[in-house]
């Protein structure tokens, strides 16, 4: 089991800055990549950020340049920093983790309880 709890929204003006924080608990271990998605109001969930075990990481067509994600190992923690912020931009925000378990035949995913990211003059 895998335990994510998130931090860091709010509203902010178009061209401001938040950082979102993800904390992670229980097997740790057992991740191999943890990822950002946002979703909005009758709208599907949508991949922002990506990283994984091997750092490597990739991004949203619609916020490279502009958005950062990335790990504190010792803290168990993963961010993103999202500068230049857009109205488009407003949208729930949700924490994801993938695990893969000895014997298991497919990854478990979890996720945190989103935080509201709004983007408003």
């Known amino acids: 089991q895998v335990q994510l709890v998130e931090s860091g929204g709010g509203l902010v003006q178009p061209g401001g800055s938040l950082r979102l924080s993800c904390a992670a608990s229980?097997?740790?271990?057992?991740?191999?990549?943890t990822a950002w998605y946002r979703q909005t109001p009758g709208r599907q969930r949508e991949l922002v950020a990506r990283?994984?075990?091997?750092?490597?990481?990739n991004y949203a067509d619609s916020v490279k340049g502009r958005f950062t994600i990335s790990r504190d190992n010792a803290k168990n923690t993963m961010y993103l920093q999202m500068n230049s912020l857009k109205p488009e931009d407003t949208a729930i925000y949700y924490c994801n983790a993938e695990s893969r378990y000895r014997f298991a035949i497919r990854p478990t995913t979890y996720w945190g309880q989103g935080t509201q990211v709004t983007v408003s003059s």
């Open positions: 229980g097997n740790i271990d057992t991740i191999v990549a």
């Open positions: 990283i994984t075990s091997g750092e490597s990481t």
